[in-house]
């Protein structure tokens, strides 16, 4: 038995992510809608949007379990998603 996953389960976390957006998605409100979906916080921390493609740094707030559905999410509507390894935007 491996002891604090329980209480590691509710614990807050911060993963930052690039999204890159297609064409097709570059004028949805799809952060919006994120933080309306699941209890995260999100924070832009740097963009670069144009009309054929949207870049965007990303932090997300919250339990491991709100910020993986988070992500599958934007996967689902077709968001490219990576997590960002180092602290390149701190």
């Known amino acids: 038995m491996k002891h604090g996953t ?4 509710g614990k807050k976390i911060r993963d930052k992510f690039y999204l890159t957006y297609p064409k097709r998605l570059v004028r949805e ?3 919006y809608w994120c ?3 699941f209890d995260v916080v999100t924070n832009i921390r740097s963009a670069s949007v144009g ?5 965007i740094a990303l932090e997300l707030d919250g339990t491991r379990e ?6 599958a999410w934007f996967r689902e509507q077709g968001v ?9 935007i701190e």
């Open 6 to 9: 329980a209480a590691a389960k």
């Open 29 to 31: 409100p799809l952060i």
């Open 35 to 37: 933080s309306r979906k």
């Open 51 to 55: 009309e054929d493609i949207g870049i």
């Open 66 to 71: 709100a910020i993986d559905a988070a992500v």
């Open 80 to 88: 490219t998603v990576e997590p960002i390894e180092k602290n390149v």
